[in-house]
């Protein structure tokens, strides 16, 4: 795909416009970003995925449209995320309907990806699907229960849809109202590694009695249960060149 590059009217600096114009940008910035949300969604749900959350901005490279999106219904314990395919057809599909719809202005690069392990919440619908996950909180002011405390850390016990209760790792059970929040993400944290010589190597003889009883109930098995591999989702990625 390519981008659009668009050259507006060159017009004479003017100090006393500038604070205006970058008013108006800030704007237009997040009147684009909602446009651009709706087509998102709209897209993610024909490939059977939803929207998971949306970046609009300028980085050094240039404008970013960021797109994070998972199959809907998909459960982050179960490996079998969103695949690379699917992001490049989500892409190929979001990029004509932004062409269509002549929203961004400007030249931009699109990239379409999984959310990865630490997926950021968003939904308020999200927190109840997440309960016995943890995840970090940082809130937009102190809470009054917990007035030093901007950032909260653990496990996600509860959501009534307007409060989350936490297992925080150090303050206990908080609180937190989801219109408090201001962003927040699931926490992955690697299973630890076994202490070295915690655990006693098998006996030759009964490994290999171990792998031939392993390879005979294969043998014998209708199909192949083993998992088919696919590309790992945290790093998978449609991009739009500029």
């Known amino acids: 795909m390519t981008s659009h590059h668009r050259h507006p009217p060159a017009t004479a600096p003017s100090p006393a416009r ?11 910035q997040l009147r684009v970003r909602d446009r651009v949300v709706e087509l998102a969604e709209s897209v993610a749900a024909a490939h059977q995925c939803e929207l998971v959350s949306l970046e609009y901005r300028r980085e050094p490279v240039g404008w970013v449209v960021r797109v994070f999106v998972e199959r809907l219904g998909h459960d982050v314990r179960m490996p079998n995320g969103v695949t690379l395919e699917e992001c490049a057809l989500i892409s190929r599909d979001l990029g004509t309907a932004l062409d269509v719809a002549d929203i961004v202005a400007h030249a931009y690069q699109l990239e379409v990806s999984s959310p990865g392990l630490e997926r950021p919440i968003q939904k308020a619908s999200d927190w109840a699907r997440f309960a016995g996950l943890r995840a970090k909180v940082v809130v937009r002011e102190p809470i009054a229960t917990h007035p030093g405390h901007k950032a909260f850390r653990g496990e996600i016990v509860s959501s009534d849809g307007e409060r989350v209760t ?33 655990k006693k190597k098998p006996h030759p003889k009964a490994h290999q009695e171990l792998s031939d009883a392993g390879a005979s109930a294969r043998a014998s098995s209708p199909e192949d249960t083993r998992g088919t591999p696919v590309a790992s989702s945290s790093n998978q990625s449609a991009r739009r060149p500029r």
Do not use: C, N, S, W
């Open 166 to 198: 936490f297992a925080d790792d150090d303050l206990g059970q908080v609180v937190v109202p989801i219109a408090q929040i201001g962003r927040a993400h699931l926490l992955y944290e690697a299973p630890a590694k076994p202490k070295p010589g915690g």
């Open 18 to 28: 500038d604070a205006g114009v970058r008013a108006v940008d800030e704007a237009t």
